[in-house]
């Protein structure tokens, strides 16, 4: 098992090398949490995500014999960018295997970094397969994303930075993916201040963890799809799932709304970009599955990374306004007849709501050969503004229905 001697060497070995990242207190989610929020920012690193702290450690450990062999990964993303980089940096000849699913960002990225990219299979399997293949064939060096010791060594140097940062803490949230990253960060933190709270967070559609915690071995479970693709890990690491009995308390749970959710009040209040598996732990805080706090709890909530798709972002931000109330659709029913447009959209003004779209649909109506149906997209205040905004309409005779 990795000890917090592991973790100081790593911190002396990769100190330069990687960000000191800050660890600022949230004003905003104090207040939505009923805890001091402390948001150690590793989206801050120049990939992007903690992982460089593993990967430089890792390299770093190489023999000038397996650095001339040079070394091979497979990732979809985060990963890949940490061993890349850090491969550039050392003169290592660096092959990351990636899924063909692979966002095109990510393995231009990676490219960018200075890796060769071999695209192999559909799932994170496939890839990893292929790469263990090329370690046979080719003699690569395999760096494992998390169940490496010098991978969660590293990991690790963020909590002693965190202590620093935050030395009366009193809980750590961070999110799980196959357990280096909490699992280096719980070692050391529980072998300098054992009374500190560690809380995991997983996703609900792939508890992997939890499955081997309670199993006492890893376990694989069924793949999904989650929208925290950065720890949809379908089986626990031999060497972090020993970590997690020892030092981590209590695991908890997330949903994909509850992430979504957590992305958008991060940007909104706290001004921060995170990822889904960056968002994770942020969400479990904001939902309340952290049990038992106070409002002079010292929480820290790791932001592991924020490596995530702009498309994905503006789907998250629409969805979410939505949600608020603050985007509607509404489907009226009127006259097919002059006018009758000019009507509605006059009556739209006067309650101050903005029109995004407008549809005017006679062909596929449903209703009588005389009435037409007109679509809109509104940009409004709130639910109370919505529901304003149907009275007035229907004030007007139109037959409003909400979509």
């Not at 450990?61 to 397996?66: H, K, W």
């Not at 397969?129 to 046979?136: D, N």
């Not at 935050?166 to 357990?179: K, N, Q, R, T, Y």
């Not at 509850?258 to 904001?286: D, M, Q």
Request: hydrophobic share 45%; with cysteine; aromatic share 4%.
């Amino acid at each position: 098992m990795v000890t917090l001697q592991d973790v100081l060497a790593a911190r002396d070995r990769i100190r330069g090398l990687v960000a000191f990242t800050p660890c600022p207190l949230s004003e905003p989610f104090s207040e939505l949490c009923g805890a001091q929020i402390h948001f150690k920012l590793e989206n801050l690193q120049r990939t992007g995500s903690f992982k460089e702290r593993g990967a430089a450690n890792r390299l770093m450990l190489l023999s000038p014999e397996e650095r001339e062999r040079g070394i091979v990964a497979a990732s979809a993303g985060n990963h890949a960018h940490g061993v890349a980089v850090n491969a550039k940096r050392l003169g290592i000849l660096a092959t990351i295997v990636m899924p063909e699913t692979t966002p095109l960002v990510k393995v231009m990225a990676t490219k960018g970094f200075g890796a060769k990219v071999i695209l192999c299979g559909m799932s994170y399997d496939d890839a990893y397969a292929e790469a263990r293949r090329l370690e046979a064939e080719k003699g690569y060096v395999f760096i494992h994303a998390f169940d490496d010791d010098g991978v969660i060594a590293g990991q690790g140097t963020a909590a002693l930075e965190i202590l620093e940062q935050v030395p009366d803490l009193d809980v750590l949230v961070a999110s799980i993916g196959g357990g280096g990253w909490l699992g280096g960060m719980a070692l050391a933190i529980k072998a300098l201040k054992p009374n500190v709270r560690i809380v995991g967070v997983e996703s609900s559609h792939l508890p992997k963890m939890r499955a081997a915690v309670d199993a006492g071995t890893p376990v694989t479970i069924a793949p999904a799809t989650t929208l925290a693709d950065g720890i949809a890990v379908k089986r626990a690491g031999d060497r972090t799932l020993p970590l997690f009995q020892r030092f981590v308390d209590e695991i908890a749970e997330v949903d994909d709304e509850e992430v979504a959710n957590a992305i958008l009040l991060l940007i909104e209040k706290e001004k921060t970009v995170a990822e889904g598996a960056g968002a994770a732990a942020a969400a479990a805080l904001i939902q309340g599955h952290v049990k038992g706090l106070t409002p002079k709890t010292k929480v820290v909530c790791c932001i592991s990374g924020g490596n995530i798709d702009v498309n994905v972002i503006a789907r998250i931000i629409e969805r979410g306004l939505v949600k608020e109330g603050r985007r509607v659709m509404l489907s009226l029913r009127v006259p097919d007849r002059p006018g009758m447009l000019a009507g509605v959209l006059a009556t739209v003004a006067a309650e101050r709501a903005n029109v995004l779209e407008v549809h005017h649909n006679r062909t596929f109506f449903q209703g009588a050969i005389g009435d037409t149906e007109i679509e809109l997209s509104l940009e409004t205040k709130g639910p109370e503004h919505v529901e304003q905004l149907i009275t007035a309409l229907g004030g007007k005779g139109f037959q409003v229905v909400r979509r």
